[in-house]
């Protein structure tokens, strides 16, 4: 029996400890705030989108930062075993569109509640309110291996030790990046922490506060880089405007491939990434056409700023007007064909230009972490000290939005959990 130490009762944290207990170990969490599983309560907006349907070689696809490291964690802890685990503990799921797996009740804090109920069953030690400032190894055989772990309060000795800190979005939840600074201090590098799955910036602030609060569903982004013409991303769904620029389903997906995207810090600052949003997405242009000249029929002797009302949300209506530099006064009737082109142009092509992401403060979740060239992709155990795991965002992995980098924290979590028995 080993005497192992998790730092962090998040997801992965949470996973590795049941894991590593269920092997018949001696299991502590040690955990910095006040309860476990902070940051899981406001994920899926706090309904917490487990995991999604798709087969295991599809989350690879979904996962930009370093997919295939995860080949072997998926093999072993697959999204049917955490459906399967919290059925066991009570709880039903459901799927919802685009694959995603939600619990039947909507409340993220029912999925926090499996995990501690099993925790509690298995009787495993946590400390809260604990920081730990170092993990102690020592040097055997010309092999740097775990010793134990110094907290604020007292020295634990351990023979082996998990890493499932988090990464660095959300530092109210306790994510304030404090493992990359525990695997520093023994030798491990880490890879440029960014910010993934975060709004976007816009450079015409005022365009957007305008619209801020409109969301816009069934909507189509194409994401281009305007100095090779060349599109970066496209996707269709839900999108929502800001203050300062955009956010929403699609958004953040798209920050995950301008996060991995060549000289992209340069390219917000000449300005040369554009958003191109389609409005409406399920018209062509001809049909548009046909539409618009229906809609103009019925109000042909009102003034233009007062036709486009079934068309477009409210709120669009200035904005698209101004920017189609049709005299909003002039009568429905006496807009010219050349006129109407630039509309459909506006309504089908509606640009905003990307000048940066958001605070990392503000990501969903972090890109960047321990290099995975130094983690055993079997075992997820440190390749440069013996007994040092990582589970989780700490390591540098993540997907898109739709319960991918929770599966990740299940995955990587219960991996690290066996302990290298498997």
């Known amino acids: 029996m080993s005497k192992v130490i998790i730092i962090g009762g998040g997801p992965a944290g949470m996973m590795a400890a049941i894991t590593a207990k269920e092997n018949k170990n001696d299991v502590l969490i040690i955990e910095k705030n006040n309860q476990l599983g902070k940051k899981l309560l406001i994920t899926g907006k706090g309904r917490c989108n487990i995991t999604s349907s798709l087969d295991m070689d599809t989350f690879i696809r979904n996962t930009p930062g370093n997919g295939m490291f995860l080949y072997s964690a998926y093999q072993q802890y697959t999204n049917k075993d955490i459906i399967k685990f919290l059925n066991k503990q009570g709880l ?15 409340k993220s804090i029912d999925v926090l509640k499996c995990f501690t109920k099993k925790l509690k069953e298995l009787n495993i030690d946590i400390k809260y309110n604990e920081k730990v400032l170092e993990i102690l ?3 055997i055989d010309g092999k740097t291996k775990v010793t134990g772990v110094k907290t604020n309060s007292e020295i634990l000795k351990a023979d082996k030790v998990i890493l499932a800190t988090g990464g660095k979005s959300y530092p109210l939840t306790g994510s304030t990046g404090d493992g990359y ?3 520093q201090k ?10 993934s799955l975060v709004p976007l910036k816009a450079y015409n602030k005022s365009e957007c506060k305008q619209l801020q609060g409109l969301s816009l569903r069934n909507v189509k982004i ?15 769904g839900e999108m929502i405007f800001t203050h300062f620029g955009v956010s929403g389903p699609i ?8 996060v991995r995207y060549k000289n992209i810090e340069r390219l917000f600052n000449e300005k040369k990434i554009i958003l191109k949003i389609d409005l409406k997405p399920a018209l062509q242009d001809k049909k548009l056409n046909d539409r618009v000249l229906r809609d103009f029929e019925q109000v042909k002797n009102k003034q233009f700023k007062n036709s486009l009302d079934k068309l477009l949300p409210q709120k669009l209506i200035p904005i698209i007007i101004e920017r189609s530099k049709i005299n909003p006064n002039k009568k429905v009737n006496e807009i010219t064909k050349k006129e109407r082109e630039k509309l459909i142009k506006e309504i089908k092509d509606f640009e905003i230009e990307i000048i940066g992401f958001r605070p990392i403060e503000e990501a969903i979740i972090t890109s960047g972490g321990i290099n995975i060239k130094e983690i055993d992709p079997k075992t997820m155990e440190s390749k440069k000290v013996k007994g040092l795991y990582f589970a989780g965002e700490i390591i540098d992995v993540d997907s898109y939005t739709g319960g991918f980098n929770l599966q990740i924290a299940y995955s990587t979590g219960y991996v690290a959990g066996t302990l290298g028995t498997h």
């Not at 194409?222 to 496209?234: S, T």
């Not at 958004?251 to 301008?258: D, T, V």
Request: hydrophobic fraction near 35%.
């Open 222 to 236: 194409k994401l281009m880089d305007i100095e090779k013409n060349k599109k970066i991303y496209e996707d269709f």
């Open 251 to 258: 958004i953040l997906s798209a920050s995950a491939h301008l």
């Open 181 to 183: 600074k525990l695997a």
């Open 92 to 106: 039903e799921v459901k799927e919802e569109r685009g694959n995603r797996i939600f619990p039947v009740t909507d």
């Open 186 to 195: 023994l030798g491990h590098s880490i890879t440029e922490i960014k910010p």
């Open 137 to 139: 190894v020592e040097n």
